[in-house]
Every structure is written in C-alpha cells, then in structure tokens.
C-alpha cells in the first residue's frame, strides 16, 4: 500500500517561478501569460519567467549548469544558450525573460557545438572517476557531458588542474571536495539567497577562482550551520552528503514531514530498501520551499539508534527490573492495572498526557481513550508548558487560538518585530525567509533580554533592540500600546469597523494611564522610554507591521497577559487581516499546534470548543457513544499536585519526558514517585521511563502515516518510510488499550481517524488523506467540503466577530530577584539541538553542542570569582544545580542564561513552579537564582547519576534478551 | 483534602491580579469565577471553597467574592 507514495525524480526548471501574491487570500493569483513558440510548439507561460523556464513547462530541457530553479539565475556557465528570433548571437536563456511572441530555438548545430566546447573546458579540469565517484547517477555535469554528446577533450588532462585539492570532512553531515568544484557558484548563491548566512564565497579570479568557507576556514570552523542548501544546489559531487558516499545513490522517495520544529518543513524521504539514505527539503514544501535546517536534513539517526526500545516492558516497581513481554501481555497489563486504580481510588484518579511529537490520529486518541475509555477529563499535553497562553490569548481577543498568516506572509512586511523568539535557532527555515524580507530592507525590532543572532548579523541589523528585563514583558507591550494611543497612531478607521468598541474604550482608558507610560515603565523594564517610543513610531507607520513571537513571551507568569498584549497593539494599529502583517506565534515542537487542535486540553474537546458546550458534547457522544462529563479535568500541573496529594495514581504519558523538560525536577520525581502506574509510550527509555511501570515503544516519524499541523496551522502529510520497528502502529497501541479497558476503539488505518475528525469538527471540514495527497498540505480552518484551507485569517472579520481589546495590567512576577537570589536565569535552545534532546543527543548533532553552559556577564562573573570554563553552583528556591561558564557579554548583568539539552545538566531542578495565571504554563524564563563557584556537580547531580546508574541496570536484562 | 491549599490559593490569588484592572470589585469577581469555572477540576474549585468556608479573611475581596459564585461546590455534591 505504501508504494503509493512512491514519487519519482524531484524536476528542476531551471529559474524560480514568479511569485504572485502568494499570501492573498486564495493563495496563489493567476499570473497574466505570455505567448511564445519554442521549438516550433506555441505555449501560453507566466509572464516574467525565463526562456529556461518556459521551455522546460513546455518540455524541453535546456542543458544548464549554473541555474536551478531554488535560486535566482546568475548566467555564468554560458551552457544554455538559445536562439532567439531577430536576436542577435547566443543569450543565455536562464537569463533571458520571455516576451510575448518571442520564438525560440533550443537546439541547433551551432548551439551544440558551443555546448560541446564549453562542456570540454570543464572536463579538462575534473577528475574522471565517475564510476567510482559518490554522486554516479546524480550529477548535472555528468547528464549534461551526456546532453550535449561530449565525446573527447581536445585539451588534454595535464595542463594547470585543481584536481590535488585536498577534501575537507570536516563538516558533520557533508563532504567537501573541491577538485570536482566546477565554479558555479550555486553553492555560495544557496547560502546566501535560501540560507542567508553568507558562509561561502569565490576567492579568485578565473582560473584561479575557488569556494572557500568564511575566511579559508574548514567548514566546521566557519560561520557554516549546516543547513545542507549548498549540498542539495551542488551539480556535482563536491559538495555531498557523507550519507550518500557510505551508501550509495537512493533509488526510492516518500514525501513526508519534518518531526522537529514548528516549521514543519517537507522532505523528500530518499531510500535504498529499507534504509533511509538522506533527507533532501521537498521544493513543492508550502512552508519550506526546498530549504532545511541542520535537524531535519541530517539529524535523524536517532531513529536507528541503538538505544531504541522496541519491545514492550513492565515491571510492579522501579526498583525491579523491567521484564520484556510481547505486546499483548503489556497492553493486558497496563489496562488491569488502571482499571483497578480506578476501582480502588476512583474514576477520576487516573489521566493521561499528549504529545506535541506524535500525529494529530495519535494526539486525538490519546484524549479519545482519556474521555471515553477511562472516563474523565484528565488529558493535557506538552504544549501546557510551552503555548498553552496562545491559544488563550488569540482565543480571547481574536476568537481562534491560532497564529494569523502563512510563513509567505513574512515576505510583504515593512516592519518585523520578533517578542522573546530566537528564529535562527529555533525556527531557522523561517528566520531564513525573514532574513530574505530584511536583505530587502524590512524594518526589524528586537524585544529580547539577550542580544540573539537577528540583533545583528551578516547584513541585518535590528532598528531597535528592546533589551528588556526578563519579566518585563507585559510592562513593555504596555508601553507601546502607550505610545501609541498617546501619538495619535492608531488606526481609527480599522479599529471602528473591526473591533468591539465598548472593550477598547475601556482598553484605551486602562491603557492610557501613566502607570503603563514608557517613562513609567522604564525603570521596570530596563528599556529607556525613547527607544519604546521609536519602536511604536516605527511600527505603527510601517504600512505592515508583523509580530512573530515565541516561548520567551508565553513562559512567564504573565504569559497569557503578553499574548493579549500583542494582539491588543496589532488590532490598534490595524495589523491584522491582509498578507504582511499580523500576530504570529513560533511554535516550538512540530505538532504543537496539531495537539492543541486535537482536544488535548482538559476543557476542550477538538477545534478548541469547551465541554460544556452542550451541543459540541452531544456530537461527540453521538459519535464514541459514551456519555462524556461536561467538567473540566486536570491539567498536567494540577495531576503532579493531586498525586503528591494522594488521590492521582496512573498517568499513560505519550511521547513526553516531564521528568526532564517540566519545571521544578524535584517535585516532578516526587509526584511521579507516588503515582502507582505510569505508562510510557516513547523511541527511549527517556527521564520518565526511569519512574514507569510499563513502556510501550513507540515509532519514529519514519514509521508512522499520520499528519503534523505546522506554526501556521498547516496540516501535512507524515508518510510511513520504514516498518515500525516495534511492529505496532502508535494509534493502535491506544486503541488497543482503551479496548482492553472495555471501550471499543478500531481504526484500520489513520485515515480512518482523521476522517472521524473532520466529522467532529467544523475547523477541519472535508479535509482527508486523498485532499492532502492532491493538495500537499491544507491550512485549516476549511469551513466547507470544497475548501483549500485558509492561508490567512480574520480577513473581512476576526474569527470572534469583533476583535475585543483585553486589559492587560502589569501584575510582577514573584520571581523576582532579591538578596538571597540577585541574578535572574532565563533559558533557551540552540539550533543543533532539540528541546530535552531526546533525539538530537543521539544523532551526530551532539559534537555541536556537547553539555548545556551557563551565560554570565563579566561584571557578575568578576564579582564572583567566577571564570570562563570554570563550574559555577546555581541555586533558586527550588533546587540547586552545577553548569560551566561561559562569560559573555552576550546576557546583560544581572541576567543569566542556559539551555536545558541535557539531563545531567538539571536546569530544571532550579526553575520554580510559578505559573502563567491563566493557564499554568511553567515560568521558565525567569529565576530569581544565586551563582558562585564550585568545584564538584551538586548534590542533585550526585544523585541523578547514581539513580540513572541503577535505572539502568535494571533494563539490561531485558534487554539483551530482547 | 488532598490538594495543597495554599497554592490552590496562590494561584487564585494570582488570576484575581491578573484581572484586576479595574477597582469594580464584583466585575473582577465576576470574571474570575466565570475563569475558575471553566478551566479548574471541580476538585479544584471545591478545595477553594473549603479554604473560604475555614478562614476567608486571607483571600483578596475580589477572590472571596469570587469563591462564592464557583459551579459545582459544597453541598451539590460534586465529588
Ligand atoms: S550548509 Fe548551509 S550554512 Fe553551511 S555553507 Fe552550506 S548553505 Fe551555507
Ligand atoms: S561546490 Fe558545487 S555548487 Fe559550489 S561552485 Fe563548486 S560545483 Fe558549484
Ligand atoms: S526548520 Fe524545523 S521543520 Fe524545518 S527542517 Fe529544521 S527542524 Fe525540521
Ligand atoms: S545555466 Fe544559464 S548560464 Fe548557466
């Protein structure tokens, strides 16, 4: 069955098309044609594209070197020279656009014998080893010897040649071999137009002229993030992925979806067999157009590591050993054990936990089995501790708690302003599609503690950095809605015809007050009042002003306030509505978004719709035939609290590793400790699993059909590339569950779950497996069976009817800094890692980025006896932990920084159970800590490695046998 | 009870700031009953009125006044 996934050969038109307005409502516009005849043959084409291009739509492919259609055409190789009518000599067609009635010749004696020549003068200078060269089979300048009937080489092989280069492998993922560099260019091109980064340059002139990395550098040493853009534009084997040398050319592709970030990249999933050969960014991906980051392109070892669990295990406590079982004893298992703590303790004493990695089927039946099966409403997921303020924020104010534009949209914006989101690191095939908007000259605002990468970079430079105090959030949002009002900039005319003018009248009371002045919050928020005033003026006279945001406005106390806060500044200046502008939020793990669609939040069931709606919960029990109890449940928080109180006793946790990535480490092992079944569905025996009864091994991306729904609420397909090597499907492992619990749930396939989800759903209508083969991807709401989906939103009006201007007042974090714990620590993710590192940790990625460090400022260093390299103890009123230092001026004084890849590294044993007020998301971005220097790991530390140490005993039996 | 009161309390007290943006005491009760009723377990809410049944003159006016008005308390039996 899966043979119908099989795609053939990626084509290459040689030259990009033209992008009509893509972010316009309906998506692409219809560009006006052109007629033109090549060939003999007459074709209607685009206007503005090239001969190259059109010839190719009409079927004649161009022999070409230097152009391909992910970049701009450059004309350099001279090797698709045409003929064209009443033109004089030869013009390069990738060059060359097309007029109406233009009549081209594509192939002639002459234009040959010109190929032939210019074919020869690169051979003469290349290697000829193509039988045993890695790219035998896929190389452009091989095909085009092949095109143009190369036959000899007058020249010669001996004269001055570059073919004793030595290679660079330095590089993790990909192989330099500069003696088969043909001089193109479209690798440097690839970094600069798709990437952004500017890693690579020529270096000389003509014979002379090379690719060189930053200044001469090895490609590990240089500014080079390994995105792979160079490797995919390579028309030969110079630039190849170290894959493909070990395994040989893929003879088979699926195209599946990104399991990492938000972005939700799609990928050409290339296989030899069994075996997945490489990932190469699908040029027809909506939300990445042909471009990748390092984790996507190359991390994805972790899904043959070693450490993969694929056999089921239980055991009665964690101090036994785990036992390997076959499936059905562990799913028999599992089932008794939760029904008999509810018969003990109570319906309600057991829950269970989605995962923002799995499937939205995988995602729905997990809070399928909770509500139906188990029969409460204790179901939440990971996106608790990350956006769960998005979704009530845009829920209040705009009505759908969902970011507003498609990615495209970023191109059309006068002014970006990026609140507490790092997109180089963390959503990097997007940052490269901003970075592209501000090369064009975008205006750029900074509201971040740090100094990110966008503050200034190659060829960007923020106006302004709001280097804000972490907590100030609020605060400065405020101050420039302040500013705003108070200078007469907002949209009148927008806001009358638009929004709910009893609540802005209101908000615009609240708002004007002196309190939220940016002369009265400067001192709170460490940013000085011009500047907050600047920043308003300029974003507020852009034309269109877009906020893209991320986890640094969501985790904090005032996470939901912030959210509203910059929808409420969007509404005022009438950013909302049309391509360019609008409230964005970069989510963090592939299918946040797609979780939180699915119901996975205890007081809502799919499409965001509150259980006591009664219409919404009748339709559902319809449906599952099963009467559902219209209260809300516990959420994931409020589940830790209840068991260390007692009365919470089973948890099935799919694919989340609370006992490392949520707040307050020590009362996670403590609540995990008192729970007497946890359930761990997961690739490994991750944090969790160490305090679980039973683990139920799950399947990578790779082994999976279902569907991810990306930052811009696009739902993709996920294809299945490989068999799951446990021998179960992950859906089916719930379903099987909830049946063993005595709630029948079957599903022959996926498709079969979505289907039940677009029933229940209006955001979902019509939308099925068969739509999104034709389609590639749909960006929900589909309000209609005849709907493509919705690229952007809130349009003609917001989803809520009229937009309602909430009060957002400044209510300080009790995190604050005081003299027993002067500095603040805020945390973050670097690019080569993900999130708890579960996976990146075991893939080659890891040699980037080795053990988490703690960023301090020299003047707090200094104080402290602190130095670079050295161990500092880190204490908050939760715990205490040890890192190493970096001291950098990268994080003001007073601040602190580190990311929390790696376990041992316990930066959760010091963040605090402080919660967003609305909606309990954790605090992680601000603790009130002290810093001093130490010479041995912390207490905590001691006993984490002594506890993984024993854990890990207790698994090797089992799993030798297995 | 098995739920810890005092952060129950805190982080009611916490959502009652947050909506505090207006002295109208009752309209500020008013909307944080309504946010307790739809997104805490009424196991939640029923701990919150014990602590208002016991000792109420620790909890802000806006949050007494809230507790007053939650779904499913005391009496309803809804545990
Ligand atoms: S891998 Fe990416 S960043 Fe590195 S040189 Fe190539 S295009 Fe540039
Ligand atoms: S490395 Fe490849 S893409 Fe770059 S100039 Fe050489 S042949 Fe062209
Ligand atoms: S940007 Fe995100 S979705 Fe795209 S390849 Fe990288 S990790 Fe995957
Ligand atoms: S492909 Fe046109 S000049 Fe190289």
Redesign the pocket.
């Known amino acids: 069955m899966n043979l119908y996934y099989r795609v053939g050969a990626e084509r290459d038109l040689g030259t990009p098309a033209v992008i009509a307005n893509s972010a316009a409502k309906g998506g692409a516009g219809a560009a006006p044609t052109v007629n033109v005849e090549i060939d003999g043959r007459s074709v209607a084409v685009p206007e503005g594209i090239s001969v190259m291009r059109a010839a190719a739509l009409a079927g004649a492919n161009i022999p070409k070197l230097c152009a391909t259609e992910d970049l701009a055409a450059f004309g350099s190789c001279r090797l698709c020279l045409v003929t064209i009518e009443g033109r004089k000599g030869y013009p390069a067609s990738c060059t060359t656009l097309v007029e109406e009635g233009m009549v081209v010749h594509t192939q002639t004696p002459r234009l040959a014998e010109l190929r032939r020549n210019v074919m020869e003068l690169y051979i003469s200078d290349h290697p000829l080893d193509c039988l045993t060269c890695a790219a035998n089979g896929d190389c452009e300048l091989q095909d085009m010897a092949g095109a143009v009937g190369l036959r000899t080489v007058r020249y010669g092989y001996d004269g001055a040649h570059h073919l004793d280069k030595p290679k660079d492998e330095s590089a993790l993922y990909f192989s330099f071999d500069p003696a088969k560099c043909i001089v193109c260019s479209r690798c440097v091109r690839a970094c600069e137009e798709q990437q952004g980064t500017y890693a690579l340059t020529i270096n000389g002139r003509g014979f002379d002229s090379e690719v060189v990395a930053s200044q001469n550098d090895a490609f590990i040493d240089s500014e080079c993030v390994s995105c792979g853009a160079c490797v995919k534009a390579c028309p030969t084997a110079t630039l190849i992925e170290k894959s493909v040398i070990e395994h040989g050319q893929p003879e088979s592709a699926v195209i599946t ?9 799609s ?1 050409r999933a290339e296989t030899q067999g069994g075996q997945l050969v490489r990932m190469v ?1 699908n040029r027809d991906g909506h ?2 157009h042909g ?7 190359f991390a994805f070892g972790y899904a043959t590591h070693q450490d993969r669990i694929t056999t089921p295990l239980v055991r009665d406590s964690i101090d036994d050993e785990w036992q390997a079982v076959g499936w059905d004893e562990a799913i028999r298992t599992a089932a008794e054990r939760l029904q008999a703590i509810q018969a003990r303790y109570g319906r309600k004493s057991i829950g269970g936990v989605t995962s923002s990695r799995c499937t939205n089927e995988e995602v729905y039946v997990v809070q399928k089995f909770v509500r139906a099966a188990a029969g409460n409403n204790n179901v939440d997921t990971c996106a608790r501790v990350c956006h769960s303020p998005t979704g009530y924020g845009l829920k209040t104010t705009l009505g759908e708690s969902a970011g507003t534009q498609n990615f495209d949209s970023v191109l059309e914006a006068d002014v970006i302003m990026v609140i507490g989101a790092n997109p180089t690191e963390a ?4 940052a490269s599609a901003m970075k592209r908007r501000l090369h064009q000259g975008a205006g750029l605002i900074v509201v971040d503690p740090r100094a990110i990468d966008l503050v200034q970079s190659p060829h960007v430079r923020a106006d302004y950095h709001l280097q804000l105090k972490p907590g100030a959030n609020v605060a400065v949002i405020n101050a420039l809605a302040h500013a705003v009002i108070d200078e007469g900039l907002e949209d009148e005319a927008y806001i009358r015809a638009r929004c709910d003018l009893e609540a802005y009248r209101i908000w615009r009371a609240f708002i004007s007050e002196a309190r939220n002045s940016p002369e009265a919050t400067e001192a709170l928020s460490g940013v000085p009042a011009a500047q907050v005033r600047a920043a308003a003026r300029l974003y507020a006279g852009a034309g269109n002003g877009a906020i893209y945001y991320g986890l640094g406005v969501t985790e904090h106390s005032q996470g939901s306030t912030m959210v509203m806060g910059i929808a409420n500044l969007a509404m005022a200046t009438g950013n909302l509505g049309r391509p360019g502008v609008g409230v964005n939020p970069l989510r963090g793990q ?1 299918n946040v978004q797609g979780a939180c669609d699915m119901g996975s939040f205890p007081h809502e069931l799919t499409g965001y719709r509150h259980l006591s709606d009664e219409a919404t919960r009748r339709l559902f029990e319809a449906e599952w035939q099963v009467a559902l109890d219209p209260e809300p449940g516990y959420r994931i928080p409020n589940m830790f609290d209840a068991a260390i109180g007692g009365e919470f006793k089973g948890l099935y946790v799919q694919g989340e590793d609370f006992a490392q990535s949520d707040p307050d480490t020590q009362h996670v092992y403590a609540a995990l400790s008192a729970m007497e079944c946890v359930i761990v569905q997961d690739l490994f025996l991750n944090e969790t699993a160490k305090f679980a009864h039973v683990f139920l091994p799950g399947c990578s991306f790779l082994e999976k059909d279902g569907t991810f729904t ?1 930052a811009e609420r696009r739902i993709s397909p996920v294809r299945k590339v490989i068999a799951p090597l446990s021998g179960m499907d992950e859906w089916d492992i719930t379903c099987r569950l909830a049946t063993a619990m005595g709630y029948e749930m079957r599903y022959s396939h996926p498709s079969e779950i979505m289907d039940e989800i677009a029933r229940l759903t209006p955001t979902f209508r019509g939308v099925s497996y068969a739509k999104l083969a034709e389609l590639g991807s749909i960006q929900w709401p589909c309000r209609d069976e005849a709907s493509a989906g919705t690229p952007l939103m809130h349009v003609d009006e917001f989803v809520r009817g009229k937009g309602y201007f909430a009060p957002t007042p400044y209510v300080p974090t009790d995190e604050r800094a005081n003299a027993r714990y002067p500095l603040l620590l805020t945390t973050g993710r670097v690019l080569s890692q ?1 999130n708890v590192g579960a996976q990146t940790r075991r893939t080659g990625a890891v040699a980037y980025h080795r053990e988490d460090i703690l960023e301090i400022h020299p003047t707090d260093a200094q104080v402290r006896g602190i130095v670079d390299g050295s161990w500092v103890g880190l204490k908050s009123r939760a715990g205490e932990t040890v890192l190493r230092a970096k001291v950098t001026e990268r994080v003001q004084p007073g601040v602190l920084y580190t990311t929390f890849h790696h376990p041992e590294s316990g930066a959760n044993v010091i963040t605090t159970d402080n919660s967003d007020w609305a909606t309990n998301c954790p605090e992680y971005k601000v603790t009130a800590v002290q810093a001093y220097p130490v010479s041995r790991p912390s207490e905590w530390q001691e006993m984490f490695h002594r506890f993984t140490a024993a854990q890990q005993q207790l698994s090797e039996q089992a799993l030798s046998e297995a | 009870m098995t739920v810890d009161a005092a952060k129950l309390v805190r982080m009611a007290e916490q959502i009652t700031a947050n909506m505090a943006y207006t002295d109208d005491v009752e309209l500020v009760a008013a909307r944080v009953a309504d946010h307790l009723n739809r997104f805490w377990d009424p196991r939640m809410r029923q701990a919150m009125a014990e602590v208002a049944n016991g000792d109420a003159d620790q909890l802000s006016p806006a949050l007494k006044a809230a507790v007053r008005q939650l779904h499913g308390v005391a009496g309803e039996g809804a545990l």
Do not use: E, M
Request: glycine residues 12%; positive net charge; contains cysteine.
């Open positions: 979806t990104c399991a990492y970030c938000g972005v939700g990249c990928f960014p939300a990445n471009h990748a980051c390092v984790k996507g392109r959503h990097p095939v997007f592939n990306n993900y």
